[in-house]
T-cell receptor, first 110, second 115 residues
Framework: KNEVEQSPQNLTAQEGEFITINCSYS?????LHWLQQHPGGGIVSLFM???GKKKHGRLIATINIQEKHSSLHITASHPRDSAVYIC????????????FGKGTKLTVNP | SQTIHQWPATLVQPVGSPLSLECTVE??????LYWYRQAAGRGLQLLFY??????ISSEVPQNLSASRPQDRQFILSSKKLLLSDSGFYLC??????????????FGPGTRLTVT
């Protein structure tokens, strides 16, 4: 079964700072997901990526399949980016189920 | 466009009482459906997974059960709630895929407090 580790667990930043959240997993995968959980609990899928890099606005996600590692970057962070960011991967190759990291709680102060 | 609904949004129930949470998906056919739980201070945990009507896979032994009476309806139930059942319950769906990366879409969630 895939083990997912996220770091840091908590992150506090000042508005405008560049943010990096890391995710490592133990078993090869077909795709990795980055999710955002708002303070009210709702979850939004940010990225699903299987190689290279994806960019959406100020968010950038990268993945290194060989090293079993992914990073989520936020450029020019803003208080509205404050949320829990969760990494998720299949438990084993080809599975449509997901195993989730414990999340990184990001707080961006004005 | 596709939409996923969950209700109720919040629920407070006494220990030993029954539970029924409902999830419905609109705008897609034959989706895979999932029930997840997020306990306080813990990550999301897959509880049940369904690939079709009446087809339920249980991931974690517990006093919860799930049913899929219709293609786009997924119900989470319990006959007698435990304190440990408290948490945030999320329903999600995905389009069945073969060899292609899939994406899961989450509902708004139900916050359950067992007292």
């Amino acid at each position: 079964k895939n083990e997912v580790e996220q770091s840091p667990q908590n992150l506090t930043a000042q508005e405008g700072e560049f943010i990096t959240i890391n995710c490592s997993y133990s078993v090869g995968i077909s795709a990795l997901h980055w999710l955002q959980q708002h303070p009210g609990g709702g979850i939004v899928s940010l990225f699903m990526l299987s190689s290279g890099k994806k960019k959406h606005g100020r968010l950038i996600a990268t993945i290194n399949i060989q090293e079993k590692h992914s990073s989520l970057h936020i450029t020019a962070s803003h208080p509205r980016d404050s949320a829990v960011y969760i990494c998720a991967v299949p438990p084993q190759g080809g599975s449509e189920k997901l195993v989730f990291g414990k999340g990184t709680k990001l707080t961006v102060n004005p | 466009s596709q939409t996923i609904h969950q209700w109720p949004a919040t629920l407070v129930q006494p220990v030993g009482s029954p539970l029924s949470l409902e999830c419905t998906v609109e705008g897609t056919s034959n989706p895979n459906l999932y029930w997840y739980r997020q306990a306080a201070g813990r990550g999301l945990q897959l509880l049940f997974y369904s690939v079709g009507i009446g087809q339920i896979s249980s991931e974690v032994p517990q006093n919860l059960s799930a049913s899929r009476p219709q293609d786009r309806q997924f119900i989470l139930s319990s006959k007698k709630l435990l304190l440990s059942d408290s948490g945030f319950y999320l329903c999600a769906w995905s389009v069945p895929a073969s060899g292609v990366p899939y994406e899961q879409y989450f509902g708004p969630g139900t916050r359950l407090t067992v007292t």
